[in-house]
Nanobody, 115 residues
Framework: QVQFVESGGGLVQPGGSLRLSCGASGNIISIVGMGWYRQAPGKQRELVAVIFSESSTNYADSVKGRFTISRGNNKNTVYLQMNSLKPEDTAVYYC?????????WGQGTQVTVSS
């Protein structure tokens, strides 16, 4: 079992920025890739960004050029820098391994983009 704790969400205006953080603990020896996922009300959870190394990252088309995923000096931490936020980015954001394990979903952190 792996535990993920997300933080950094909040309410921002369109065009604003947020930096999300995620810490992982537990049985993490098998984790190679890490990802950020989000789920908007009434929608399915979707992949936002994944990172396997500093030079190996991928993003959903909807966030390319605006979001940046990165690992901390502690490889068990991952960040998501979100710039130029849009109302469509409103969702609960989660971190998990890539690919994700269903048992590892945490509470997530709410991001609300609204004027």
């Amino acid at each position: 079992q792996v535990q993920f704790v997300e933080s950094g969400g909040g309410l921002v205006q369109p065009g604003g920025s947020l930096r999300l953080s995620c810490g992982a603990s537990g049985n993490i020896i098998s984790i190679v890739g890490m990802g950020w996922y989000r789920q908007a009300p009434g929608k399915q959870r979707e992949l936002v960004a994944v990172i396997f190394s500093e030079s190996s990252t991928n993003y959903a088309d909807s966030v390319k050029g605006r979001f940046t995923i990165s690992r901390g000096n502690n490889k068990n931490t991952v960040y998501l820098q979100m710039n130029s936020l849009k109302p469509e980015d409103t969702a609960v954001y989660y971190c998990n391994s890539a690919p994700p394990r269903s048992s590892n979903w945490g509470q997530g952190t709410q991001v609300t983009v609204s004027s």
